[in-house]
């Protein structure tokens, strides 16, 4: 996909136009208003470590078809990705400046970023909490354009007359895919109570089939987590939801063997007051919660609980269903019948604390432009 980001805006670079805009004329004489598209000036990106290489893409692309020369931070843990290709920009025939690196730290290379007077935008994608630290910075320093794709706690509803064997696949991939280090996870599924024992059991069935292992091994289904303080936060998210009356139906534990691996994990009797229920663990730990038979408004309303809202999903064959949630959830992005299926032309960025602005597609453009108007008398 990192690949087909970059192709998709070298298609835009000669493609951004402005428009010509009718205005009421300064009679007897005439007018003509037209606006530009100009580049918003130099851009700050600052990226996170769970895939280093495709957030790069996804705001390099766009920022770079725009005009603008970039300045990047990559992750403090994943820093090799982003100065490689640097280099491969170097050897590409990139002008010197167009694009700068700067590994380090968020608190002193991020910042530097935030606070400098000749950046004038800043695109980040991490925690919300961070989020607010990036806002707050970009506000005080010179009032810098930001957009903000942060946390999420995606809500994946399963009506009962789905199709139970493409719901159990989506769902797992919903929630396991990179080892749930996606900001799109399914951060909790709720399952029509007529078929929850049924899909919970197939679930566990299919965790049981996971081959864990070397991620650079292509039939491995499950690698590592990224580092030790984000496995061993995973851990005490089972523990804590555990302890607030969470039923621990599969895995909660490190894998025995060498590495971080984490068993893929399934949570259920998650009530709605419970830890788990609202909090983003970003690890493969599925959240299991029951909702009653035909009840969707119920479903609907426990779904928007949250202050996330980066992305959902729903299953379901019934079209007036798919589309009623589709309508009601509060997310920036809806699957239906499918889950994970980004695209490079289609705008990705969420509601509430998950932030504002977007990536991909035309709408990303937008984010690293300025519109000039021009209004000539004659």
Avoid at 219 to 244: C, I, M, W, Y
Wanted: aromatic share 8%.
């Amino acid at each position: 996909m990192s690949i087909a980001t970059f192709r998709y805006y070298a298609g835009w670079c000669d493609k951004i136009l402005g428009d010509t805009v009718p205005i009421n004329h300064a009679t007897p004489n005439r007018n003509l208003c037209i606006t530009k598209k100009e580049p918003i000036g130099p851009v700050g990106l600052i990226v996170p470590w769970n895939y280093p290489l495709m957030m790069l893409a996804w705001k390099m692309g766009a920022a770079l078809a725009a005009g603008n020369t970039v300045v990047i931070k990559p992750a403090n843990v994943t820093p090799l990705t982003a100065l490689k290709w640097a280099e491969l920009t170097a050897k590409a025939g990139f002008p010197p400046g167009v694009v700068s690196v700067l590994p380090g730290s968020g608190s002193k290379c991020g910042q530097a970023i935030l606070d400098h007077p000749d950046i004038r935008k800043v695109g980040f994608t991490g925690s919300t909490g961070i989020g607010v630290t990036v806002m707050e910075s970009c506000a005080k320093s010179n009032l810098k354009k930001c957009s903000l794709e942060l946390g999420g706690k995606s809500p994946l509803i399963i009506f009962a007359d789905c199709d139970m064997s493409s719901a159990v696949r989506n769902g797992m991939g919903a929630v396991f895919f990179n080892k749930g280090e996606n900001c799109i996870a399914a951060g909790r599924l709720f399952v029509e109570r007529s078929i929850h024992d049924e899909f919970v059991a197939r679930a566990i069935e299919e965790c049981k089939k996971m081959k864990i292992g070397d991620p650079l091994d292509r039939s491995t289904a499950h690698g590592p987590q990224n580092h030790r303080k984000h496995f061993q936060s995973l851990l005490d998210f089972v523990d804590r939801s555990v302890s607030e009356g969470a039923t621990l139906a599969y895995g909660g534990k490190q894998v025995d063997r060498p590495g971080l691996f984490m068993e893929p994990t399934i949570l259920t009797d998650v009530s709605d007051d419970n830890f788990a229920a609202h909090e983003e663990s970003f690890g493969p730990i599925m959240i299991v919660s029951p909702f009653e038979d035909g009840d969707i408004e119920g479903v609907l309303r426990r779904a928007n609980a949250t202050e996330f809202g980066l992305a959902s999903g729903v299953f379901t064959n019934d079209v007036k269903k798919a589309l009623r949630v589709s309508e009601g959830i509060q997310a920036g992005t809806v699957f239906v019948n499918t889950y994970n299926k980004t695209d490079v032309a289609a705008p990705f960025g969420g509601f509430k604390q998950s932030g504002f602005g977007k990536d991909l597609g035309r709408d990303a453009l937008d984010e690293y432009l300025k519109t000039k108007v021009i209004t000539m008398e004659y």
